[in-house]
C-alpha cells in the first residue's frame, strides 16, 4: 500500500480535489438533465425525492467511494478487486456504464459548443443571434431554431437520417478538448477547474436574476417548488429523482472511486464529500429556478399575445429543453450576444471537467487492468467513442435515441442498480467498517456506526424497493415491448444495452484478474446465527412465492404477509449483529449471515415495492389526488421546501467549511513530528 501511495500520481492540493470532484459532479446534468427531468417527470414533486435521496444515498455514498478508492488506492474494478476478486465485475459495470455516457454527453457539449460558436459569430454581426426575437415570437424562435434549423428533429420518431455535420464537428471538438485536457494527467486536471467550476456559477446567478425579473416568472417557479402530490405517487417520478442523484453525483459510475485514488494520503473523506455533494445540490437548485422562471416569462409572453400556453406545454420537454429555455433567456439581455457567449462558454467548461472525468476513469481502469501505456488508450477510447457517438448526431430521431439511452442509464435499471449492487457488496461482503474507520481517521469530523446500517441496510431496501417498482411498473405496462403490434424498439434497445453491462462486466472481471486481495482477516465466526438468519430469510422468500403465486382468502394473505415481513426482519437483525461483532473482532462473518442479510433485504423489498404498487392503485382508484390546475401563487408547501432547502444548503456548506477550518486550525497548532 505504502508503495502504492509513493508511486501514485495524486492532486496538487485538498483544493484540486474537491473542485475536480466538484467539476465532475457539477456539469451539464445540473443545468440541461436536472430541469428536463422535472419538467418531464412531476413538476415539483420531482424535488421531494431528489432532496432525500441526496441526503440519504448519495452523500453517504459519495463518503463509501471516497473511502474505497483512497484506502485501496485503485480504480473501480481494482478497488472492488482487492476487496474480493469475485466482485471485480461491480467496478467494471460501472465503468460500462460510465462508457455508455460519454457515447452521448460529449454530444450534448457539441451542442454548447455549436451555440458557443453561434454567439462569437453574433458579436461580429453587430450582436444578433440566430434565435433571437421578442414576445411571443421570441418563444417560437428559441424552439424553431433548436428542433428545426439545428438538429433537423422529428418528434417522436426513432428513425436515423443523415448524419448533422454541424453537430459531428462540435462533437469532435468536444472529443478533442477532453483529450487536451487529461493528456497531461490529473495535476493539469486539479489546475483546469479553478476555471471550470467558478465562472459558470456566476454566469447561473446572472440568468437566474434575469429570470426572476421576467414578467411571469412566477408562474414558472409555482410549476418548480409546488408538488402535485398525484406525481409523487408515481414510480416515474421516484426512478428519475433517484438515478438523477447517481448522474449528477458521478456516482456509481466508477469516477469518485477512481479521483479519491489519487487523493493525497491525509486527505480528508467526510467532509468532501458533505461539500461536494451540497455544491452540486445547489448548483441543480439554482439552475432550477433560472430554468422555471424563464420558462413563467415564456407563458407570459404567450398570454399576453392572447394565445397563453400554460408552463408546463410552453415549450416541449425531454433533453431539449435547457437549449431553448436558455437561449430564450439570453436573449432577453441587453448585449445579448456577450452575454450568450459568456454562458456557452461556462457551460462549455461545466461539461467538459465532467466529461473526462469519465473518461479518466475508464483509462485508469483499463491501464491498472491491462498495463497498456496510457497515451495509447486514451488514443483508441477517445476514437471508440466519438465514432459511437455519431448515431445521436442523426437527423429526425438522434435526440430522441439520446433521450431514451439516457432514461436507461439513469432511471434505476442502469445506475441505481449498480448503486445498490456497490452498497451489498461492501456492506455485506467486505468489512464495512474498515471503510469508516479509514475515512473517520483523516476527515474533520467522523460518521458514526449510523453510517454502516445506512450502507449495509437503509440505501439496499430504497434501492431495491425502487428496482422492483420500477420493473413491476414496466413490465404490467402492456405497451413495453409490443406497442400497437409492432416491437417497441426505443425499450428494447435500452434494455438491452443495460442487460449487456454486465454480461461484458462479468467477461472483464473473470480474464486475468491482476489484483490481490488486501483483507487481513483472523477466522470465520458467527456461524449460529448465520444459518438462523438464513433459514428465516427462506422461509420468508418461500411465503412470497406462495402468496404471489397461489390465490388465498384474502385474511390468510395478510397474516401470511405480516409472517414474511418479520422473518425477514428478524433474520435482518441477526445477520447484522453477526457482521457488526465480526468487524469489530477483525474476523469474518459466515457465509450464511451475509447471504441470509442480503436474502432478507430482497425480500424486504419486493414486499415493500408490492404495497407501494397496491397503494398507488389504490389512490388512482379513489380519486384521492386527482390531476388539479398548476395554482397560480407559491402555496405554503413551495415556501417551506424554498425555506428547507436554502437552509439545507447554505447552512450545510457553512457547518461543512466551519469543521474545516477548525480541522486546519488544530493542525497547525500539532507539533510536526521529525521526519525519520
Ligand atoms: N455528473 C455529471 C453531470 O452532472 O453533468 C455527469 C457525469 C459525470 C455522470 C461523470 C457520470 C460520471 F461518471
Known sequence: MEMLEQQRENWGSRGGFILAAVGSAVGLGNLWGFPYKIYSYGGGAFLIPYILAIFIIGIPMLAMEF????????????????ANR???????????LGFVIITYYPVILGYCFSFLWLSIKGIFNGGSLPWAQS?????????????????????????LGAIRWNIFVPLVVAWLSMYLCICKGVKLVGKIVWLTVPLPWLMLLILAVRGLTLEGSIEGLVFYLNPSWEKLAEPTTWRFAFGQVFFSLSLAFGVMVTYASFLHKKSDINNNAAIIGLSDFATSFVAGIAIFATLGGMAFATAKAGSYVPVDKVVSGGPGLAFVAFPYALAQLPYSAWFSFIFFFALVTLGIDSAFSITESI?????????????????????????????????????NWLGTIDDFINGTWGIAFVGLLECIVLGWIYRLDRLRVHANERSDFSFGKWWNYLIRIIIPIVLGTLFFWSMFDDFSDKGFFIKAEKFNIPNIVGLSVVAVAPILAIVLGIIGSPFQKTQNLKCVKGYTSGWAGLILALISTLLMVLLMTIALPIHLTQILTIVAVLSSLSALIMTNYCLDNCDIAGNRASASARIGGIVAILNI????????????????????FTAADIPKELTGVSYIILGVVSLLIIGGLGWCFYKAIVASGKQEQTPQLPQE
Open 67 to 82: 473511502s474505497l478508492g483512497h484506502f485501496t488506492q485503485r480504480s473501480a474494478p481494482g478497488a472492488f478487486g482487492s
Open 86 to 96: 469475485k466482485f471485480e465485475f461491480v467496478g467494471w459495470w460501472s465503468i460500462i
Open 135 to 159: 414576445g411571443v415570437e421570441g418563444v417560437r424562435k428559441a424552439e424553431e431554431f433548436f428542433y428545426d434549423t439545428y438538429l433537423a428533429h422529428k418528434p417522436g420518431s426513432f428513425s
Open 363 to 399: 483509462l485508469t481502469s483499463v491501464v491498472e487492468k491491462t498495463r497498456w501505456s496510457r497515451s495509447v488508450v486514451l488514443i483508441i477510447m477517445s476514437f471508440v467513442g466519438l465514432l459511437s457517438g455519431i448515431v445521436y448526431t442523426a437527423a429526425g430521431g438522434g435526440l
Open 605 to 624: 423489498s419486493v414486499i415493500a415495492a408490492l404495497t407501494l404498487i397496491r397503494l398507488n392503485n389504490y389512490v388512482k382508484d379513489n380519486g384521492k
